[in-house]
């Protein structure tokens, strides 16, 4: 009797010790490089895709809607598409989000769709006139709809490279959005303290990158931080209004 009750606590105690690697449930650690921008804010680049970061504020962007373009169309903004039940979809074909330079949408997703509270919707414009610069205003357009809703995280997928397009590298493309986000936040800021815009900290911005873009993402930021501290220290200090 002994020696049988001896062997099933063996064999129980031996399941349970190979079952507990195995375990699904347990969240999968999300790499990520975390880097200090001007005005405090922490910059995160993140591995990491548009329908599971659990943030208030999830950007995304979209050039103008073609038929071409939608069958070259791949990964990140399929499975978003589809976890929101076609709705980017139906918006885009029905041409009341044509994806016009800067052109934004708001959309609160569904319950149990995606983690982020809000997804916006940015438009690129024609693939033909995506420049730098247009890159750059996407920056500036995120971060004052983010100061807009007053939230203080916010992630932000380009989704450039899964729409077909490759004029630009991703670490460029980085560097010209965070670049606007980084100048547009330090404009908030000195509004702020001239009493001529509501309180708004934004504590981290976070960019989402794949493997294969996670090194190249990386130093754009890099890059960005730095562009965008030399840039805030050459703007004037003088106040905004004369007070005449």
Same mark, same amino acid.
């Given at each position: 009797?002994?020696?049988?009750?001896?062997?099933?606590?063996?064999?129980?105690?031996?399941?349970?010790?190979?079952?507990?690697?195995?375990?699904?449930?347990? *969240?999968?650690?999300?790499?990520?490089?975390?880097?200090?921008? *001007?005005?405090?804010?922490?910059?995160?680049?993140?591995?990491?895709?548009?329908?599971?970061?659990?943030? *208030?504020?999830?950007?995304?962007?979209?050039?103008?809607?073609?038929?071409?373009?939608?069958?070259?169309?791949?990964?990140?903004?399929?499975?978003? +598409?589809?976890?929101?039940?076609?709705?980017? %979809?139906?918006?885009?074909?029905?041409?009341?989000?044509? %994806?016009?330079? =800067?052109?934004?949408?708001?959309?609160? *997703?569904?319950?149990?769709?995606?983690?982020?509270?809000?997804?916006?919707?940015?438009?690129?414009?024609?693939?033909?006139?995506?420049?730098?610069?247009? =890159?750059? %205003?996407?920056?500036?357009?995120?971060?004052?709809?983010?100061?807009?809703?007053?939230?203080?995280?916010?992630?932000?997928?380009?989704?450039?490279? +899964?729409?077909?397009?490759?004029?630009?590298?991703?670490?460029?493309?980085?560097?010209?959005?965070?670049?606007?986000?980084?100048?547009?936040? +330090?404009?908030?800021?000195?509004?702020?303290?001239?009493?001529?815009?509501?309180?708004?900290?934004?504590?981290?911005?976070?960019?989402?990158?794949?493997? +294969?873009?996670?090194?190249?993402?990386?130093?754009?930021?890099?890059?960005?931080?730095?562009?965008?501290?030399?840039?805030?220290?050459?703007?004037?200090?003088?106040?905004? %209004?004369?007070?005449?």
């Amino acid at each position: 009797m002994r020696l049988t009750r001896n062997f099933s606590m063996l064999v129980v105690a031996l399941l349970v010790g190979l079952g507990a690697p195995a375990r699904s449930d347990e *969240p999968k650690e999300v790499k990520e490089k975390a880097l200090a921008g *001007p005005n405090s804010v922490s910059v995160k680049v993140r591995m990491e895709g548009p329908y599971t970061a659990d943030v *208030p504020l999830q950007v995304v962007c979209y050039f103008k809607y073609t038929p071409d373009g939608v069958k070259r169309m791949k990964g990140g903004p399929v499975e978003l +598409d589809k976890r929101l039940g076609g709705v980017i %979809g139906s918006l885009r074909e029905r041409g009341e989000f044509g %994806g016009d330079q =800067l052109e934004t949408l708001l959309i609160s *997703p569904p319950k149990d769709s995606i983690k982020a509270k809000a997804l916006l919707l940015v438009g690129l414009g024609g693939e033909d006139a995506l420049s730098l610069k247009v =890159l750059e %205003g996407v920056g500036r357009v995120a971060l004052r709809e983010a100061a807009r809703l007053g939230v203080s995280r916010v992630a932000f997928a380009p989704l450039i490279r +899964d729409q077909g397009n490759s004029k630009f590298g991703t670490g460029d493309v980085e560097q010209a959005v965070t670049r606007g986000v980084l100048l547009g936040y +330090d404009t908030e800021k000195r509004l702020q303290k001239e009493g001529l815009v509501k309180p708004f900290n934004l504590d981290e911005w976070n960019v989402e990158a794949g493997p +294969d873009y996670f090194d190249e993402t990386v130093k754009g930021v890099e890059k960005a931080i730095a562009e965008a501290k030399a840039e805030a220290a050459k703007r004037p200090s003088d106040p905004y %209004g004369s007070g005449k």
